[in-house]
């Protein structure tokens, strides 16, 4: 049987003031060609002058992935010639990587794996080339833009791991605060490695690397595409060949770039403009005890709180929303925040494109929201209908409550006396109910709202109409 062997490969763009090696600002956004300097134009006789909010970024990194770190490090050169490298060689690291031997730890289907990080090193980036007709332009904000890369090791087995242990990086480096890591926008770039083998051998099968994945839902359609296009190949007794191929998203087919008759060559040898960087045990101790809290310790406290995995990946996945929850989890009802949270109000911001710090709707006047829930005195459907308008106005909720018409019916006798009159209204829910048939219960309650205008206390009403229900 034939099983897969797959290694990920991300280069991440560090969210440093300045560039790795030069003092130009570290802004690609920038009008094109405004960034530059002369370190990062390769012109002869500059020196590079290594970047230390960098140097702690990545090593914020490297901790936060479980490495080991090397303490006396160095920068080495890759030589290779390509447009995008004026200086025909690229600084980064070899052999003494800021950080080896880590893992992050992934949940797929209910089940945990620790997926190892076999390095994490420094490197700076090259131009951007835009392609245009028969002509090529580059903009040199790129050039020397500091990218962490993270090679993992070769324990990744399917599509939907792969997807989980990108996610998985993503989330840590954002809550660190490092990067954007926005992947559609090539802040974070995505290569994949993909072989198989037989599941009893030890000998990995040939790789084939796919390269520049441009979203996280397509390094699952690339990934299982490539498996299947390699077990075709080897049940047909052909020969994959080490090669580089490209993901094309409107085929959903991976499709060859260059074939690799012969390793890379890149020369590497120690930069000689850049002395080794040492890095203390008091320095390392430091950057780990002011680590920012990591998704995980927030992951492990809201399942204590009881909220589940929906409200707990909604809330993850959007550091901000995260933030704004935060403030509200030890001061009310932390399950019926987040479910007001991730439901109505993100659906909200989602369909007018806003962010939460966009609204105008007041700590206080959420807090008294989420306490009316709690206590039965503003129904689900009530706050569809409120909710909206403290988004977009400072009006304080009761007086919104008033102005709308919005009270809920919470006097148990009055309610006893419109659930009578309507059971007794419906013998054949009476009969069905005495069936045992759930819809009776279902059918009556849709009675009772439509009958309230659905201002009936929900729960209350249920309850009442149980217990008129047992004395028929």
């Given amino acids: 049987m034939l099983v897969p062997t797959i ?23 920038d009008d094109a060609n405004t960034n530059v300097d002369v370190i990062d134009m390769g012109y002869p006789g500059s020196l590079p002058l290594l970047n230390k909010e960098v140097v702690n970024m990545a090593l914020q990194a490297a901790l936060a992935f479980n490495c080991q770190i090397n303490q006396l490090m160095h920068f080495d050169r890759k030589n290779y010639f390509y447009p995008d490298l004026p200086k025909g060689y690229q600084i980064t690291q ?30 700076e980036d090259t131009c951007k080339s835009i392609h245009s007709n028969d002509k090529t332009y580059l903009n040199f904000n790129r050039a020397g833009v500091p990218l962490i890369e993270i090679v993992s090791k070769p324990e990744i087995t399917n599509e939907k791991e792969a ?21 559609e926008e090539g802040s974070m770039r995505c290569d994949a ?25 397509n390094v699952a359609l690339s990934i299982s595409y490539e498996i299947e296009r390699q077990k075709a190949l080897l049940m047909s007794n052909e020969t994959i060949y080490e090669q580089t191929r490209r993901f094309d998203d409107k085929t959903r087919q991976t499709i060859l770039m260059r074939t ?16 080794y960087v040492n890095i203390s045990e008091d320095h390392i101790s430091s ?51 987040a479910n007001i949270i991730t439901g109505e109000l993100l659906s909200y911001l989602n369909k007018n494109k806003l962010t939460i710090k966009d609204i105008v709707l007041s ?12 206590e039965g005195t503003l129904s689900s459907k009530q706050l569809k209908e409120v909710l909206p308008i403290l988004l977009e106005t400072d009006d304080l909720l009761e007086d919104i409550l008033e102005k709308q018409g919005i009270k809920q ?27 045992g048939k759930d819809r009776a219960i279902k059918y009556l309650m849709g009675q009772i709202m439509k009958e309230t205008k659905g201002q009936a206390n929900p729960k209350l009403a249920n309850d009442i109409l149980v217990a008129i229900l047992k004395e028929q």
């Avoid at 031997?101 to 990080?117: A, H, N, Q, R, S």
């Avoid at 690799?260 to 002395?275: A, H, L, M, S, V």
């Avoid at 700590?363 to 709690?374: F, H, P, S, T, Y």
């Fill in 7 to 29: 290694g990920i490969e991300i280069h991440v763009e560090l969210k440093s003031k300045k560039k790795v090696f030069s003092p130009s600002i570290n802004n690609f956004n």
């Fill in 94 to 123: 070899k052999d003494t990587p800021i950080g080896f031997d880590g893992y992050v730890e992934i949940e797929v289907d209910g089940l945990k794996k620790k997926i190892g990080i076999e390095r994490i090193h420094i490197e």
């Fill in 163 to 183: 997807v989980a242990y990108i996610e998985a990086i993503r989330e840590i480096l954002l809550y660190l605060g490092i990067s954007d890591v926005k992947i």
């Fill in 193 to 217: 490695n993909v072989s198989l083998k037989e599941e009893d051998s030890s000998v990995f099968g040939t790789k084939v690397e796919v390269k520049n994945i441009g979203s996280i839902s």
């Fill in 260 to 275: 690799k008759e012969t390793g890379n060559d890149y020369r590497y040898f120690p930069e000689p403009d850049i002395p």
């Fill in 287 to 337: 950057v780990k005890n002011n680590l920012p809290v990591l998704p995980n310790e927030y992951r492990i406290e809201y399942q204590a709180l009881g909220l589940n995995n929906n409200y707990i990946k909604t809330l993850i996945g959007n550091i901000e929303l995260n933030s704004y929850y935060r403030k509200f989890i030890s001061k009310i009802n932390p399950i019926i925040c």
């Fill in 363 to 374: 700590d206080e006047e959420l807090i008294k929201l989420v306490n009316m829930i709690e």
């Fill in 409 to 435: 019916i919470s006097n148990e006798t009055q309610l006893n006396g419109i659930i009578s009159k309507i059971v007794n209204a419906n013998p054949s829910s009476i009969k069905d109910y005495k069936e």
